[in-house]
Structures are given as C-alpha cells and as structure tokens.
C-alpha cells in the first residue's frame, strides 16, 4: 500500500525558514516523480514544485521560485521542500504527492498534508 | 499557463449527466489530469493524459479533449460524486490547476 507521510509544518514568523519532509513507502520511491502542492483551507489547489525520479528535472511555481527548494534522498524513500524568507501568504496545507511515472506529470497519490501557518 | 475550469458551482441530481469543461490559455496537447476532492481528503486521480481513465476509478468518468478545451463528464451521478473536481495541466512547468468545480446536490 502506498504511504506518503508528510511533517514538518507548524506556526513560523514571516521571514523565518521552515523544511517540510515527506516519508514514502510501498511502492518503489527512486522510480517515481514527487510533487509538492498546497491548499489554504477552503481554497483551491496550488502546484508549488515536482521533481523527476533522478532529480534533473525539477519545477517550481512562480510564487515560490527563488525561495523554495524541493530535493529528494532515493536511499532514505524521502522528499524534501526547505521554505526560505516565508511569508503569510504561504500558509496552506502541504501535500505530497507520488507521480504515475518518472517524469513531471500527473499525481496518482497523495498524502494527507502538513498544516504550514506563517504569522508572527 | 492558465487553467480556466467551468462552472465554478454545478448542481445536479443522482443520475444526471454532468459535464465539466476546463480551458487552457495556450494549448498542452493532452497533458491534462482531472482530480476530485472530497472535504477534508486529500485529492484523487480520475483521468491522465486528457482521456485516460486511471485503474479502479469507475467507468461512469470520462474526459475528453485536446489542444485548449477538456471536458470531464459523469454519465449518470452518484450520492458518492459530490466533491469538488480539479483539472491540473503538466506541459510545461508550472503545473497549474484550475480553479475547482464544486458539484453540489440539487
């Protein structure tokens, strides 16, 4: 059974930076894109960055571009997003997402996300 | 590019046909994935590549398209339907969703 568990998020000061993580298991990681998307509660979903299964293709959203980076361990089955110079309105829930293949494309599962609040 | 989904509400009733249409501001070929998202849940994957139907997902959904213009459609809605779907390009990064069609009860 595919598992994907998010952590990481929690209350941050604007500015301040924060790294989210992603844990995966059941199905085999360095094979698969991983993608990173948010929600603010209520609103609609937002792409924020997705990376090929060998890391050389890797995509932001233009609202995060230069202060997000998003990076993947294959040995430790794990996704990263480091979030610098956060501001309010990066508060969302952070979820995680598995691609049907290897390269950028679409999302086949998706964990249940962390809740990032940017706010002093 | 920008992912234009309408309506942005749409009432229907169980067994209705429901067709839900997202537009492309440049075109992405059939790079174009359909979710549905039920409150509190994470999204599910419906259709791939515009027209594929992703294993285990019923044979009720279907999307069709090309180029700028998609559509989703429900053949015959059931109670489970009710959710919120999201179209979602992936041409050319970034992969923009568009904005949600909720599906309401009528």
């Known amino acids: 059974e595919v598992q994907l568990v998010e952590s990481g998020g929690g209350l941050v000061q604007p500015g301040r930076s924060l790294r989210l993580s992603c844990a995966a298991s059941?199905?085999?990681?360095?094979?698969?894109?991983m993608h990173w998307v948010r929600q603010v509660p209520g609103r609609g979903l937002e792409w924020v960055s997705g990376i090929s299964w060998n890391s050389r293709s890797i995509g932001y959203a233009d609202s995060v571009k230069g202060r997000f980076t998003i990076s993947r361990d294959n040995a430790k089955s794990s996704l990263y997003l480091q979030m610098n110079s956060l501001r309010a309105e990066d508060t969302a829930l952070y979820f995680c997402?598995?691609?049907?293949?290897?390269?950028?494309?679409?999302?086949?599962?998706w964990g249940q996300g962390t809740l990032v609040t940017v706010s002093s | 590019i920008q992912m234009t989904q309408s309506p942005s509400t749409l009432s229907a009733s169980v067994g209705d046909r429901v067709t839900i249409t997202c537009r492309a501001s440049?075109?992405?070929?059939?790079?174009l994935a359909w979710y549905q998202q039920k409150p509190g849940k994470a999204p599910n994957l419906l259709i791939y590549t515009a027209s594929n139907l992703k294993s285990g997902v019923p044979s009720r959904f279907s999307g069709s398209g090309s180029g700028t213009d998609f559509t989703l459609t429900i053949s015959s809605l059931q109670p489970d339907d009710f959710a919120t779907y999201y179209c979602q390009h992936y041409s050319s990064s970034p992969y923009t969703f568009g904005q949600g069609t909720k599906l309401e009860i009528k």
């Open positions: 440049q075109s992405i070929s059939s790079w």
């Open positions: 059941g199905f085999t990681f360095d094979d698969y894109a």
């Open positions: 997402a598995k691609g049907q293949g290897g390269t950028l494309a679409e999302a086949d599962y």
